[in-house]
């Protein structure tokens, strides 16, 4: 169990529809991070907050967004949903901007769009 | 820019054979590498890193020992189990930044 809670962890819903993923991080860390794994297994950076604030973005769609709140759990809000937004949507926490932090990954939400 | 290139799988290998996952790095200055490891229906996990040039990483029997002068992170292990087979990610991590910068996984399958 790395600490990091993500729910819900499988979620079916229609195109063009709204959905809101939820990431609880690790006690303690500050950094938190989106993924998104795709069918071919590549692992996506969406984006990056550091206790509350946007740090880094990667290739977000503009559909998509984030934030993290002051208890530091963050939500990730993708709309109008597409066939090719199905995949497994990663959580990740990190302690703080050390050199050397490892990150540490929820389980996954599992987003199916038909 | 950075990037991670990792051998392409899927790699298939009875038990009790040699591993290698090849993982090569593109960075400025000095990262720090990881190789992470997913299990059917799970996160990742951490397996391994290192943090500066020849150190070596190590854990469940795996190791990877970072090359500067190659810019490789190999991933090895001397016998492979059934209970190894999973999807193995290489990453780095710049020092002086917070991304961290992901292989494309290497999906590896162990028979008995």
């Known amino acids: 169990d790395s600490g990091v809670t993500q729910t819900p962890k499988h979620l079916i819903t229609a195109t063009g529809q709204r959905v809101t993923l939820r990431c609880s991080p690790r006690s303690g860390d500050l950094s938190v991070y989106w993924y998104q794994q795709s069918l071919d297994q590549g692992l996506q950076f969406l984006i990056q907050y550091y206790n509350g604030e946007e740090r880094a973005k990667g290739n977000i769609l503009e559909r998509f967004s984030a934030q993290q709140f002051p208890d530091l759990h963050s939500e990730l809000n993708l709309s109008s949903l597409e066939l090719g937004d199905s995949a497994l949507y990663f959580c990740?926490?990190?302690?703080?901007?050390?050199?050397?932090?490892?990150?540490?990954f929820g389980e996954g939400s599992r987003l199916t769009v038909l | 820019g950075n990037s991670v290139t990792q051998m392409e799988g899927p790699v298939t290998l009875s038990e009790e054979a040699f591993l290698t996952i090849n993982c090569t790095y593109t960075a400025t200055g000095y990262p720090s590498l990881f190789w992470y490891v997913q299990y059917p229906g799970e996160g990742l996990q951490l397996l391994l890193k290192a943090t500066k040039a020849d150190d070596k990483g190590s854990n469940k029997g795996f190791e990877a020992t970072y090359r500067k002068e190659t810019t490789s992170f190999h991933l090895e292990k001397g016998s492979v189990q059934v209970s190894d087979s999973a999807v193995y990610f290489c990453a780095l991590k710049k020092n002086a930044g917070n991304q961290f910068y992901f292989g494309t996984g290497t999906s590896l399958t162990v028979i008995p």
């Open positions: 990740a926490s990190s302690v703080r901007d050390l050199n050397t932090g490892e990150l540490f």
